[in-house]
């Protein structure tokens, strides 16, 4: 065997590089490598300018973001995906690929926390103007759009109240300004719904959620089609929003059960929806899947095997109930979403604590409003605790 350098102790001889590669692992091995050894170089010049295909460093590209990417890739049937170290990265990759300076989005007033404030602060100090909209209300975002319209930013299934965008209306109407509709599917994942397929020119994920569904990971994922992306792979290297290869390869074993656990998710979700419909201490239920909701037949025609798994209810106890649910600790309260097992959250102490009293109201979130993230459990299992946790009627 030739001596190898002590320096470089984690460089596989020759002989065992042949080794290695004798035989296909089949699960894609983690590649924890920073940089890659160049032959020559012409080769480097050649990997550098893109002329050949490869790997050198990690930040612009590496083995475990190109598998997710690959995985992502067909499920919302792209062109392209390009993987970040979150969610907030990756809309912050369609923002900052897509837009510039003196252009104009159509902000969805029923978006993720810290989206909200992206848009809302952030962006306008980089000269990006704003105009919140109600996504289902079609004629105002209509009205709203303006000619320097660039990007439209919506949520398939809207947090927390859990209000389903029209994707196609909506894809039509940024088309007609030339904007771009960048759509936050989340909540939905491509399980239950494919924006791109329905018109959307951009899909981003918080792969930290539901995607790879088991709580360990931090990620995002934006896919899209060849014409919007002649920046994105440049930008993501540029600002730095690069993904971890151990976050990446474990995401790859999240997603490969997905289709199965939404499934599964769902059908518990709808179980506890109408389970929580049929109780007096309850105020009321939002699942797009219960015939009440408000945007049930959209749903029913945009959405694939289910509804998706979170449930939004509001307890008549107000504060003082929600207190007891979470006392009880049948239910875990986590201030995310998406877990392989079923959790709460409570958005007036959490996700929406930064908004006025008013503000919430408007939205129609109280001091009693609980949002379910469902799981995966046995449906009997959730129904059980969700008995257990809450206050019985006197
Ligand atoms: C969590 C979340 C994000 C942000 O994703 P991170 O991975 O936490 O950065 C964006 N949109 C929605 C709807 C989310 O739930």
Redesign the pocket.
């Known amino acids: 065997m030739a001596k190898k350098r002590e320096t470089s102790s984690n460089v596989p001889s020759a002989e065992l590089q042949q080794r290695i590669a004798a035989t296909t692992p089949h699960n894609m091995p983690l590649y924890l490598a920073a940089v890659w050894q160049c032959d020559s170089t012409d080769q480097a010049d050649q990997l550098l300018a893109g002329e050949l295909s490869g790997y050198v460093y990690q930040r612009d590209k590496h083995p475990n973001a190109d598998l997710f990417a690959e995985a992502c890739m067909d499920f919302h049937q792209a062109d392209h995906a390009a993987i970040t170290?979150?969610?907030?990265?990756?809309?912050s990759l369609a923002v900052l690929s897509q837009l510039q300076a003196g252009d104009h989005v159509l902000v969805s007033n029923q978006?993720?926390g810290?989206?909200t404030l992206l848009f809302t602060s952030e962006l306008t100090r980089l000269g990006i103007q704003h105009t919140l909209i109600d996504p289902c209300d079609l004629t105002a975002v209509r009205d709203a759009a303006r000619e320097q319209t660039k990007m439209v930013i919506v949520?398939t299934i809207a947090?927390p109240l859990l209000r389903v965008v029209d994707i196609g209306a909506l894809a039509e109407i940024a088309h007609q300004v030339g904007a771009v509709l960048l759509v936050?599917n989340?909540?939905a994942t491509p399980a239950i719904c494919k924006p791109l397929a329905l018109g959307a020119d951009l899909v981003?994920?918080?792969?930290?959620?539901f995607m790879n569904g088991h709580g360990d990971v931090?990620?995002?994922m934006l896919a899209g089609n060849k014409e919007h992306w002649s920046r994105v792979e440049m930008v993501n290297a540029a600002w730095g929003f690069a993904s971890s290869p151990l976050e990446c390869w474990l995401a790859c074993r999240g997603v490969s059960t997905l289709t199965l656990r939404m499934r599964q998710a769902s059908a518990t979700a709808l179980a506890v929806a109408e389970l929580l419909n049929a109780r007096d201490d309850i105020e009321s239920v939002e699942y797009p899947g219960l015939p009440h909701h408000p945007d049930f037949e959209l749903a029913s025609k945009q959405f694939q095997s289910g509804f998706g798994h979170m449930v939004t209810f509001e307890l008549a106890g107000g504060r003082e109930a929600a207190d007891q649910l979470i006392a009880s600790q049948e239910i875990p309260f986590c201030p995310?979403?998406?877990d392989v097992g079923t959790t709460l959250s409570h958005p007036v102490s959490t996700s929406h604590r930064g908004l006025s009293a008013e503000q919430r109201l408007a939205l129609g979130i109280t001091d009693g409003t609980i949002r379910l993230s469902v799981g995966v459990e046995p449906t009997e299992d959730v129904l059980e605790s969700l008995k257990k946790a809450l206050p019985s009627v006197s």
């Not at 170290?85 to 809309?91: D, K, W």
């Open positions: 170290s979150s969610g907030m990265a990756a809309i978006l993720y810290r989206t949520e947090n936050d989340t909540f981003m994920e918080s792969v930290s959620k931090m990620l995002g995310s979403l998406g």
